[in-house]
DNA sequence: GGCGTAAGATCGGATGCCGATATCGGCTTC
DNA sequence: GAAGCCGATATCGGCATCCGATCTTACGCC
């Protein structure tokens, strides 16, 4: 369903940047690699807009002979990852049911 | 968070009118009970869209004097719902991990 | 320097969001 | 039986987002 698409965007992208060092071209094969299929047109707009509201930053790097830019979350991005988590956890008990989400 | 709102009114609308009759103003309240603030300039085309789109069936009815438009589930929104609780789990998975959901 | 290439950025039409506002149908009151 | 009320539903308009297609950039290679 691409009902979920949006969220789940987000949420890989602040999940990995969390962690690690992320960049577009990674992102969109990982996320291919769930299943997601975005388009550089919903990426980069949405990367532009995570950092815009201060859950990225970003720093252009030459990575292999390449540039990329390269991103990792910010503290208020792993604090809306933390929300983000909590939120899908709620509605996946409302609707998945007590039984099946701890 | 926002991002979820979309899922989780599509979600509960099929979840709910898969069981009962549903109206828009009943929707409004329960979503609102979980914390989803819709307005009905989403609420009313989001269910335009999935009677549309052959998900839900709706008629129109006199309860308490009052004109109702009640909705209930088709046999494809009772499939589409089923689809929607296999991503909502797969997302579930791979954001909170396997431990969380079964 | 020119080229190829991969990554990123942008453009534009379509769709969706949502607060505000309008409408609709049945009821009540006179 | 006309007027007006009220809750439910419908629509409107402006803005944000989506996304495929296309353009730009920056590097290595020759």
Redesign the interface.
Known sequence: ?R??Q???V???IL?HAAEREVHGAWMTEELAS??YQISPGTLYPTLHRLEADGLLVSEQRVVDGRMRRIYRATAAGRK?LA???K??????R???GD????
Chains 1, 2 share one sequence.
């Open positions: 369903m009902e979920f949006r969220a789940a987000r949420l890989h999940h769930h299943g809306a929300e983000d988590r939120a899908l956890r709620e509605l996946a409302e609707v998945l039984d099946e989400v701890r």
